[in-house]
Every structure is written in C-alpha cells, then in structure tokens.
C-alpha cells in the first residue's frame, strides 16, 4: 500500500510541475521570450494553443531604428503611420512551429494574419519568416536563404519604378524554391535568387514549392492578391502583391 501510495504522490507531483512549467511558459511567452526563429514546443501549443503567436502592432522606435538602418533606403519616402509589424506561427518543412516576424502595410495586415493562421493549421511548409533588415535589406541574401519577407524599399528587379515592396504591399514566400525568371531581348535569362535555376522546372516535386491552385497561392487569391506565376513577361513563382 505504501509504494502504491508513493507512486501515486510521485505521478501526481510529476504532473503538478509539468503544469507549473506550462504556466511559466505560458508568462515567458506573454513577455517576449519566444522570439522571431524560435521554436514553440508542441506541448505548449496543444495546452495553450497558437492564436497568442499571431499579431499586429505598430512600428516601434526601436524597430524603427533597425528598418532605418536596413530596409529604408529612402526614409523621406516612407509612411510610418501605414506600416505594421507581425508576429505570427509558420511550420518548416520538418513540422517545426517557428515564430516569424514581417513588416508589412497596414491595408493587407489582417489579410495575411488570416493567411497566414490558415497555413499554420494546415501544416503548409515556411522555412523562414524574419525581418529583412536582418539580411542588411539585401533582397538576394534574403532570397538565397529562403525567407519569406514583406518590405523593403527597393526598386523592382527588373530596374526603374519602386516595387510594390516599398510600400508594404507584396509578399515573397519561399523565394529560393519559387524564383524570379525573365528572359531579356538580348535572350539572356535573368533568374533570382543565384542558385534556383533547378527549381524553374516546376514539374519537379520538392519542399516549398508554390503551384497554382495549391493553398498558398488559393489563400493569397482569395484576399485579393496577384501572383508573379501568373504573369505573362516573366514569373515571379514567389511573389504576391496587391
């Protein structure tokens, strides 16, 4: 009776700090400490679910500091008032949830909240959803580690207007899967990021991949977004704008 006794205390003493260490998570989470790359533990989710993770806010001074000395190229030509920052949950191809961060404008800010919670639930494929400004706002940095991103101020590939970018209006999801090709008149094929010349064949099957019809490109469709696949001049497999 007393080991019986002792097994039932030591099962429910186990039992009461496992929730003790849910609920400090659940604190340490409310106070930041899950940070944009991190990855949330399935335990946590399946206690205290995921809706926490996804979020709009203005843009702080501190984040303001960090975009101007990266993603701003031209600060005279931005509106802070219409810019927003995320947080949201996003899987990578392994089922990870990871916490991923983007600047967008504040017009297609609920927009991608939606999208982006109904490709969490889905389990659609991420790999990496940081702050340009941590690639230097290098776009073919950025691109080449396949990360998704949102603003940066920056003419469009091709050279002259401002992209869609700029302004917070376009998205890239999975860039180095879902390249940039154009062919020049000189005949010279233009592809970005370096490296994705193997994933223009889009009868291939691998990770990432954005096709038509799929989730990504339906959700994005629905919200009111082109996609660079659809274009006649070129495609942009990653690329979604409004």
Not at 90 to 102: L, R, S
Not at 157 to 162: Q, V
Not at 209 to 220: A, E, N, P, S, T
């Amino acid at each position: 009776m007393r080991i019986e006794f002792a097994r039932h205390l030591v099962s429910v003493v186990s039992k009461q700090v496992f929730l003790f260490f849910l609920l400090l998570s659940s604190t340490v989470c409310a106070q930041g400490w899950y940070r944009p790359g991190d990855v949330v533990p399935e335990p946590y989710l399946k206690v205290f679910g995921f809706q926490r993770f996804f979020s709009v806010v203005s843009i702080d001074a501190e984040l303001r500091a960090l975009m101007e000395c990266h993603s701003v190229k031209m600060e005279k030509h931005v509106d802070w008032e219409s810019l927003r920052y995320l947080r949201v949950l996003h899987h990578d191809a392994d089922g990870n949830a990871v916490v991923g961060e983007m600047v967008c404008n504040v017009l297609i800010a609920n927009d991608l909240i939606e999208i982006f919670k109904a490709l969490f639930e889905a389990g659609y494929p991420i790999e990496k959803m940081r702050l340009i400004d941590h690639y230097d706002g290098d776009d073919e940095a950025s691109m080449r580690d396949n990360n998704t991103s949102c603003f940066n101020q920056r003419p469009i590939t091709a050279g002259g207007r401002m992209s869609r970018h700029s302004f917070g209006m376009a998205v890239d999801i999975n860039p180095k899967y879902n390249p940039y090709c154009k062919v020049k008149a000189s005949g010279n094929k233009v592809v970005k990021p370096e490296g994705s010349v193997d994933y223009l064949n889009r009868s291939e099957s691998f990770s990432y991949k954005i096709v038509k019809g799929d989730l990504c490109y339906r959700l994005f469709k629905q919200h009111g977004f082109r996609w660079g696949g659809d274009w006649v001049s070129g495609k942009d497999y990653q690329h979604f704008e409004r």
